[in-house]
């Protein structure tokens, strides 16, 4: 049989590094992306085919998959979008180009990379798009908005292409994990520092009470119902080698039960649950 071959985004570390090296021992050849060229040397020594690719960072996102596309005969049998990052604080306290950052990130360089490859996978017959999206694409929580807005708007996009993929024999599936061990925590706080003046604001007295508590002084301890990323990689190989792959795939407890909130309780109750956190 031919090898197969697989783009994943996020590779550095957490669920795309995961997902890399899962994928290669099961006989895929990956090609395993990061932001920062250290990181990429890091991943070749460990014996993966690593390239530099940034979301925000159009240029790197075009000459990546001509790259990729050289290394293959102009084929590609499965992307794997996944990276993302947070910017905790209030939606009143969200700067203008906050948003615009994040949205670069977490959602117009993965649409960005994934048109680019679409034309390869129509040319061949098939192919699997994979988006790791999040429970917070499902439901809402205060504190979140931007990375809320960026899920949403990653939901809306997949379900989309999936019904206008569908003749081209090209499936696409949405991974929603809820908490899983990565770096995420410490780089929302990076974002956090950068973006938010959560001093001038008038929730100031709840920041300093709620969330600076869960960003610092929680510290990197596990949140309930926390799974390693090789849960998230364990659903990433159905989706990727099932013959009949599901448009959704939750991970966690926490996205079950988000599930059911959306689905089953009038939007006054689900809001006053969900702003208890």
């Known amino acids: 049989m031919t090898q197969k071959s697989v ?3 996020g590779c550095s570390s957490g669920i795309g590094y995961d997902a890399a090296h899962a994928l290669a021992k099961r006989g895929w050849r990956v090609f395993a992306t990061c932001r920062q060229e250290t990181d990429c040397a890091r991943l070749r020594n460990e014996g993966l085919e690593s390239l530099r690719l ?8 075009a000459e990546t998959v001509d790259q ?23 939606v009143e306290d969200l700067p203008r180009d906050a948003l615009r950052a994040i949205f670069e990130a977490n959602l117009f360089g993965w649409q960005d990379l994934t048109n ?3 034309p390869a996978m129509r040319g061949q017959g098939h192919g699997r798009i994979v988006q790791c999206s999040s429970v917070l694409g499902l439901i809402p ?9 960026t899920k949403y708007a990653l939901e809306g996009l997949s379900d989309v292409m999936r019904m206008e993929l569908r003749s081209a024999n090209i499936h696409v599936a949405l ?34 009470d709620r969330l600076l508590t869960r960003l610092y002084d929680a510290g ?18 159905h989706a990727l080698e099932s013959p009949r792959p599901r448009a959704r795939y939750f991970v966690t407890v926490p996205t079950y039960g988000a599930n059911l909130i959306r689905r089953l309780l009038p939007t006054r109750l689900s809001d006053m649950i969900l702003a208890s956190d």
Request: aromatic share 12%; charged share 30%; hydrophobic share 40%.
């Open 54 to 61: 940034d979301y925000e960072d159009e240029s790197s996102i």
């Open 116 to 118: 680019r490859l679409i």
């Open 68 to 90: 990729i596309l050289a290394h293959t005969d102009g084929t590609l049998d499965a992307l794997f979008n996944n990276g993302a990052y947070a910017i905790p604080g209030a």
């Open 220 to 237: 990197d301890q596990k949140d309930r119902f926390e799974l390693p990323p090789s849960a998230v990689t364990k659903k990433l190989i």
């Open 141 to 149: 929580m205060q504190w979140r908005g931007a990375y809320v807005a």
């Open 175 to 208: 991974i929603e994990p809820g908490p899983i061990s990565t770096d995420f925590r410490r780089n929302a706080r990076k974002q956090f520092d950068r973006w938010i003046r959560w001093e001038d604001s008038a929730l100031a007295d709840l920041y300093r």
């Open 7 to 9: 783009l994943i985004t």
